[in-house]
């Protein structure tokens, strides 16, 4: 049993069915959970941003955060983001430092890690590619290519030489990180592989599947080996425990369990949930594994006995990443917010959840008449989540949306626009504006790193741009600062 493989068109189908539904449903709730934000038909915006600033938090990034690593000796952290971006983190002092940030991404960043022994990280995403970089000055120092989806882990192995991505191209593909060379194509799985994992000699990789299986293969010639499990429920994460002949794994169904490498027997059971886990992270020292589900709740276990010792509830939104602070005394939970919230093990922090903003910016909802008030709404939902209107010019995945109309295409400075989208000859106008949302940027722009969408309904397209006029002309201090209210950015 596995999920159906999404179309290229369903960027925001993906984020929809990682959110169970809270972006698409206009009265959203949380089925059968703690949380039902009441719908008021009133746009509900986002102001609660205190806990933003709460120490320890990992901010700076523009959009939702898919992934965390952290090397605990090193005290340094990598995030990755629906804003295209992966970012390096200097965890050495009180309070997390920006230490670098890698923009050439061409998708979502879904997975990032370290490679032991060097001074390179690795990122991977919705652009299908894994992406190897200097962590000191931020280059890219090679781009692996040849998955045909997007890319959703990368495991590495403890000597640094070869890395492996699971792809919803029903591969998993090995890279070898010393000579720069592709390596051996995993394959034989029927769904998408949503995780890998390494063994503790590096001499065997892991894979795990939609299709319920974790297979097993030889890393130097890609052989495969023998099926280690099998799950009636896809599954969606998988992790080796630290000098173990062991794995954990977290799956469609809830279950998050152990198992024994050479006997495929279930070790032990972490519990159990209504909802996907979707998150899984360990460490050594201390000796922990943490769960995070679909709901958003994290589940802090002991290595050994697994006796379950934490557990911490966010009710706003899933736990899609999960890391270990050094020395295992916190936990950083990414997810649906532009930040990681950085949540305290020992001493336990109090049981109230993270102080998010919410609903987010793209959590609206809406049954006005009015075409701007509907615009905003068509914007917040499909727009928001990589462009802002702030002429700060701080960017999301796309450039800011700022001073639209009348602009060249391609033109502003200090953001990292596709080859493809600098060599058009076009002037955003209403028109124009129209087009690109008519064809889908794919026809309109081809070759633009924005994803294929459309907005076929022309009553839409219309709320949409008279909406974008009317914050620009509130921006501009010129008229309507009514409608300019609650602006989702
Ligand atoms: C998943 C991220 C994403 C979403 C959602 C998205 N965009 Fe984009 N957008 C981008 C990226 C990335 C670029 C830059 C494309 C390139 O360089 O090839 C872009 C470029 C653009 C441009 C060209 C800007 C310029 O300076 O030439 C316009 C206009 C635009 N987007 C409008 C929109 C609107 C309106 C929406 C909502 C209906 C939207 N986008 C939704 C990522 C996104």
């Known amino acids: 049993m596995y999920w159906p493989i999404l179309g290229a068109a369903g960027w925001l ?15 959203w709730t949380w089925a059968g959970d703690a949380v039902t934000p009441q719908s008021t038909g ?30 605990a000796e090193r005290r340094l952290g990598l ?27 061409d998708g979502a960043v879904n997975a990032v890690a370290f490679v032991p022994r060097s001074r390179l990280a690795l990122s991977a995403g919705d652009d299908g590619a894994l992406s190897l970089w200097d962590l000191d000055d931020a280059r890219l120092v090679h781009r692996f290519k040849g998955h045909t989806a997007k890319v959703v882990d990368i495991a590495v192995s403890d000597d640094g030489t070869w890395a492996v991505t699971a792809s919803w191209d029903r591969s998993a593909r090995l890279w070898n990180l010393q000579d720069r060379k592709p390596g051996p194509v995993l394959a034989g799985h029927k769904g998408p592989v949503n995780a890998v994992a390494f063994s503790a000699d590096g001499a065997h990789a892991f894979t795990a599947s939609y299709d319920g299986a974790i297979r097993m293969f030889k890393a130097d010639t890609g052989d495969f080996v023998r099926p280690v499990f099998r799950h009636g429920w896809g599954i969606n ?5 630290p000098n173990d002949a ?7 169904n809830g279950t998050a369990a152990v198992i024994d490498i050479d006997s495929g027997d279930t070790v032990a059971e972490l519990g159990t949930s209504q909802r996907p886990i979707l998150a899984l992270a360990v460490t050594r020292q201390p000796g922990l594994v943490a769960v995070g589900g679909g709901d958003g709740r994290v589940r802090v276990f002991r290595l050994g006995d697994f006796e379950s010792i ?9 736990a899609w990443g999960l890391a270990f602070a050094p020395g295992g005394t916190a936990l950083y939970i990414a997810g649906l917010d532009d930040f990681v ?9 109090p049981f109230e959840p993270i102080d998010s903003p919410f609903p987010r910016r793209f959590q609206v909802s809406e049954d006005s008449d009015d075409p701007v008030d509907k615009g905003r709404v068509h914007y917040a939902r499909k727009c928001s989540v990589c462009h802002t209107l702030k002429q700060d010019g701080k960017n999301r995945a796309g450039p800011t949306l700022h001073g639209l109309f009348g602009r060249k295409i391609a033109s502003l400075p200090g953001y990292p626009y596709s080859e493809a989208l600098k060599k058009l000859d076009i002037v955003w106008t209403e028109e124009t504006v129209s087009r690109l949302f ?3 940027p794919e026809n309109f722009t081809p070759g633009s790193k924005m994803p294929l969408q459309k907005m076929t309904d022309k009553s839409q397209r219309d709320a949409l741009i008279a909406y974008l006029k009317t914050t620009e002309a509130a921006q501009n201090g010129r008229t309507a600062p009514e409608h300019s209210k609650g602006a989702n950015e």
């Open 341 to 349: 919230a950085r949540w305290s093990i020992t001493p336990r922090d």
């Open 79 to 105: 995030t990755g983001s629906f804003d295209y971006a992966m970012m390096a983190w200097d965890l050495t002092g009180d309070l997390p430092k920006e230490a670098q940030r890698f923009d050439e991404n």
């Open 237 to 241: 994460a998988l992790k080796r425990l």
């Open 310 to 318: 934490e557990e911490y509830q966010n009710p706003y939104g899933p």
């Open 13 to 27: 189908g993906r984020l929809v069915l990682a959110l169970g539904c809270l972006i698409a449903t206009p009265a």
């Open 246 to 252: 062991r794995l954990v794994f977290g799956a469609l």
């Open 438 to 440: 008519e064809l889908g």
């Open 42 to 71: 009133s746009i509900q915006t986002t102001s609660e941003t205190k806990n933003e600033t709460a120490q320890g938090n990992l901010i700076g990034h523009g959009g939702p955060v898919k992934s965390i690593a952290i090397d």
